[in-house]
């Protein structure tokens, strides 16, 4: 463990207890109070966060105002050193983040690394794009009625003081793919990380620190979204709020934040769609994937399938034929563990077992899993949904995934434009041309076309619909939405 590098943000003690950052120094709060952070894997204290007071707040968020225009006055060049070193520093530490963020909420080994060496390529991306982003010059006479006799001179800069609100389920690469474009445009950040995740998010804020943040640029704060969230949200000094989480949070966040940019990525209740024509087997290991990967906590899971009854059953016939080839369910820390583990905590799987429960009560049936041990829900793959049932009706963040029957591909798209959500979806058919068509018809932000939902390559537009999301991320369009356009219009003399 590199406890030089470390050090201050805990104290070492069993389980230690972590300090949020003001901008200058790591410190406990005031108010000292704390909130534990639990392993799901076997109820283990991890550590625990501080929950900071709302004086607090205040004194990070006048520190992060007071640090910003020098931070965006300095040259684009040199923010961009400090964001490439940031990068070095994730990959030198790559090992430590890995085991920490395994132990926390429960990732295999696997996809923690995964995550931090994608983080570390994301941020490189970023501070590369930067330098690629130009402003322009418009003159007045291309618009009928006016001479050469005004130029607008167009720039992009900061918003100001930037928070940035991370799940708990990528609480290092979500919370970097707000980081490192704010800063790069010139923001200060206010980070909060989740509470499960948080330790993780708290070394990445400390990585950004010791790479050359400057004092103030770059600040933390802890605590329970209950507790600090609103008080955050609603703060005059932040001039715009990037948030990763659940629909019915993003929603409430966005009520509170008036007239504020905000960035949203929400809950992906995303369906898939099997064509007659479809390759079965490639379907079929594309559902396991996405509906089991890291537990199906992630918001580009797949949670249902379309299609027709004689398609159904053949899907289900080689998807329960592959399972013990693709999913083995257990301790994330053991190398026979594939893609399923705990969920986050045994709260969360309390809550997926009722929703499989209450679907079955109104009619599902279920063909794998289904039975819950501590935090621990079995890969479930139900069949007899109808979209009204909670399965699907709401997000559900566990290993779970519902087949709807149709009788008419039209009828599936009436579906899935109905739901609240819309994030992605994906369609399975040899005929490139028709899975088009069919996505043009999708209100969803993305269409998978032959692949299962996800967020990557990260520079591709990504974003939501509905209750899905605010604005477009992606590197370039991250950078863009954590700017804003600034004309100076220069009146010749005639």
Avoid at 135 to 147: H, K, M, Q, R, V
Avoid at 256 to 261: D, L
Avoid at 269 to 293: H, T, Y
Avoid at 409 to 426: C, H, K, M, P, W
Wanted: charged share 20%; aromatic share 6%.
């Amino acid at each position: 463990m590199p406890a030089e590098f470390f050090d201050p943000i805990s104290d070492h003690k069993t389980p230690p207890t972590y300090f949020f950052f003001d901008g200058t120094s790591w410190k406990g709060s005031e108010s000292g109070k704390t909130v534990p952070v639990v392993s799901p894997i076997d109820g283990s204290p991890v550590g625990n966060l501080p929950v900071v007071t709302t004086n607090e707040i205040d004194q990070v968020m006048a520190s992060a105002t007071a640090a910003q225009p020098a931070w965006e006055a300095t040259a684009l060049n040199k923010r961009v050193s400090v964001i490439h070193l940031a990068a070095d520093w994730i990959r030198q530490y790559q090992e430590y983040l890995t085991n920490l963020m395994v132990r926390e909420i429960g990732k295999s080994a696997e996809e923690a690394k995964s995550e931090i060496v994608r983080t570390a390529d994301l941020i490189d991306y970023f501070a590369d794009e930067a330098e690629a982003l130009r402003g322009e010059t418009i003159d007045s006479d291309n618009f009928p009625g006016y001479e050469k006799g005004k130029i607008a001179i167009v720039e992009r800069v900061a918003h100001g003081v930037v928070l940035a609100i991370a799940p708990f389920n990528y609480p290092v690469n979500l919370s970097a793919s707000k980081i490192a474009p704010a800063l790069l445009m010139g923001n200060s950040v206010v980070v909060k990380p989740p509470t499960m995740g948080g330790i993780s998010g708290l070394h990445l804020v400390r990585i950004f620190e010791k790479a050359g943040v400057p004092p103030g640029v770059i600040t933390a704060v802890t605590g329970t979204g209950d507790v600090i969230g609103d008080y955050l949200v609603r703060h005059p000094k932040i001039s715009m709020v990037a948030f990763t989480g659940s629909s019915d949070t993003g929603l409430a966040i966005a009520g509170k934040s008036p007239m504020k940019p905000l960035l949203f990525e929400c809950g992906g209740n995303n369906p898939v769609v099997v064509m007659p024509d479809a390759d079965i087997a490639l379907a079929s290991r594309e559902i396991i994937k996405g509906a089991f990967a890291y537990s199906g906590q992630r918001c580009t899971g797949i949670k249902y399938v379309l299609t027709t009854p004689a398609i159904r059953e053949q899907l289900l016939s080689q998807i329960v034929k592959l399972m013990p080839e693709m999913v083995k369910a257990g301790d994330p820390r053991s190398p026979d563990t594939k893609m399923v583990g705990p969920v986050i905590s045994e709260q969360a799987a309390v809550h997926v077992e009722e929703v499989i429960q209450e679907s079955v009560k109104n009619g599902a049936t279920v063909v794998m899993g289904g039975k819950r041990e501590k935090a621990m829900i079995e890969p479930t793959i139900l069949t007899g949904v109808i979209p009204t049932m909670p399965v699907i009706a709401k997000e559900t963040f566990g290993p779970v995934v519902s087949f709807v029957d149709v009788q008419s591909f039209d009828e599936a798209v009436t579906i899935i434009n109905q739901s609240s959500y819309g994030l992605q979806a994906s369609v399975f058919t040899k005929d490139e041309g028709t899975g088009i068509v069919f996505g043009s018809k999708l209100h969803v932000g993305s269409v998978q076309i032959n692949g299962s939902p996800q967020r990557g390559p990260d520079h591709f537009p990504f974003l939501g619909v509905k209750h899905s999301g605010v604005g477009v991320q992606g590197v370039r369009y991250s950078l863009e939405a954590m700017s804003r356009i600034r004309p100076i219009v220069l009146n010749k003399p005639q």
